[in-house]
C-alpha cells in the first residue's frame, strides 16, 4: 500500500505536467434518458480552464496544507520549549526554597503551581507597566533637554567633544540591556539617548563668576573698543552691579594658567570635565596658583583693568570646550534651567 502511494506521488508532477500542457480537442456528451438523446458539447478551451483551474486549486491547497503544517509544528516547539522553561522556573523555586528551609525535598499541588505562576505573572505586568510610565517621562525629559541644548548654541562638533571625554566605567547600559528584554528596542534608545544629554548638560558650567552684574559687552561679532575693527569677541564682558568685585570659578575644577597676560592682564584658566575650560582676565589681583583646586566659593581675584586691550574695569570671561568659544550666557543659563528642572523632580 505504502509503495503504491510512492509510486502515485512520483507520478504526479507528470501528471499535473501533460494536464497543463495538453492540447484539448472539442468532445460531445452523449446522454440517454426515456429513449431520447441529449448531447452535451464541451469545448477544448472550456476543458483547458476547468483542468488548469482544478491543477491550481489543488496547488493552492496543498500550499495551504503545508503552511499550516508548518505553522503547527512551529507552535508545538514553541510550546514545548515554554514549558521547559516553566519547569525550569519552576525547578528553580523549589530548589531555592528547599536550600532556604534546609529541606532535602519540597512538593507544591497543582494549586500552589497555579497560584505562584499568577504571581510571577502580575508581578511582571506590574515591572512592564512601570517601565512603561517611566520611559514616557525619560521621553519628555529628553525633549526638553534637547530644546534646552539647542538654546545654548552649542554646536553638533562641540557636544561630541563633551561626550568624548566624558568618564569612563560604572553603570554599563549595554551590559544591562542585554541581560533585560524589558530595556530593548525604543527604550534603550530613549535611556542611551537621556545619558547622553545629561553628560553634556551636567559638564556645562551654572554659576556666574559675578553674583549680580551687568554686561558691557556681549559674546559675539563686535567693533573692537581700542582698534575699531570689527571683530569677533570670544568672551562676555561684565561689571558688578553691587560693589563686590569678587571673582569666582563658574565650575570647580583645577587652575591651569594664573599669570599675567600681556592683552588680558591678570589671567586664570581653570580646566573642568568634559574638555571644557573657563578664563578669566584683566583681574585686578591673582589670588591662586597653578594647580589649585577650586570650587565655585573660592576666590580667583578681584575685577579689574589690567592687560593692553582693557578700556576700563571689568571682568573678561571666556568658556571654552574643545578650544573652541562658546557663548557664557546661554551656556550657563541652560546648565542653570536643568538644574532646577532637576531639583524640582526630587
Given amino acids: 500500500m505504502t509503495r503504491r502511494f510512492f509510486s502515485a506521488l512520483r507520478l504526479l508532477p507528470g501528471l499535473v505536467s501533460n494536464g497543463w500542457v495538453r492540447q ?49 509544528v512551529s507552535l508545538m516547539l514553541s510550546r514545548a520549549k515554554l514549558e521547559r522553561s516553566h519547569e525550569e522556573v519552576y525547578r528553580a523555586l523549589l530548589s ?32 512592564r507597566r512601570f517601565v512603561d510610565t517611566s520611559m514616557v517621562a525619560v521621553s519628555q525629559e529628553n525633549v526638553t533637554m534637547k530644546s534646552q541644548l539647542d538654546a545654548s548654541g552649542l ?17 554599563n547600559l549595554e551590559d544591562d540591556v542585554k541581560s533585560n528584554p524589558l530595556l530593548r528596542g525604543k527604550v534603550a534608545d530613549e535611556l542611551s539617548t537621556n545619558r547622553g544629554l545629561r553628560e553634556v548638560l551636567y559638564a556645562l558650567p551654572s ?9 558691557t559687552s556681549d559674546f559675539g561679532v563686535r567693533r573692537h573698543p581700542i582698534s575699531g575693527q570689527t571683530h569677533f569677541h570670544t568672551g562676555l564682558d561684565m561689571l558688578s552691579q553691587t560693589g563686590d568685585e569678587k571673582v569666582h570659578p563658574v565650575k570647580p575644577g583645577v ?5 599675567f597676560h600681556t592683552q588680558y592682564g591678570n589671567t586664570v584658566v581653570i580646566r573642568h570635565t568634559n574638555g571644557v575650560e573657563s578664563l578669566y582676565a584683566h583681574l585686578a589681583n591673582i589670588e591662586v596658583k597653578l594647580g589649585d583646586k577650586v570650587t ?51
Fill in 24 to 72: 484539448y480537442e472539442d468532445a460531445r456528451i452523449i446522454l440517454e434518458q426515456n429513449g431520447d438523446l441529449h448531447y452535451l458539447n464541451i469545448s477544448g478551451r472550456m476543458q483547458r480552464i476547468l483542468v488548469r483551474g482544478g491543477i491550481l486549486a489543488m496547488g493552492a491547497m496543498l500550499v495551504a496544507i503545508t503552511v499550516l503544517l508548518v505553522t503547527s
Fill in 96 to 127: 531555592s526554597a528547599s536550600d532556604s528551609e534546609g529541606m532535602d525535598q519540597l512538593s507544591m499541588s497543582d494549586e500552589q503551581m497555579v497560584s505562584l505562576a499568577q504571581t510571577i505573572r502580575d508581578r511582571d505586568m506590574s515591572i
Fill in 155 to 171: 554646536t553638533e562638533k562641540i557636544v561630541k567633544i563633551i561626550q568624548q571625554n566624558a568618564a569612563n566605567g560604572g553603570f
Fill in 207 to 215: 554659576v556666574m563668576p559675578v553674583p549680580n552684574y551687568s554686561v
Fill in 255 to 259: 587652575v591651569v594658567l594664573a599669570q
Fill in 296 to 346: 565655585n566659593e573660592s576666590v580667583l581675584g578681584n575685577i579689574g583693568s589690567t592687560g593692553s586691550s582693557s578700556t576700563g574695569k571689568h571682568l573678561h570671561l571666556e568658556i571654552l570646550i574643545g578650544g573652541y568659544p562658546v557663548n557664557p550666557q546661554k551656556v550657563i543659563r541652560t546648565a542653570q534651567y536643568v538644574q532646577q528642572i532637576q531639583n524640582q523632580q526630587r
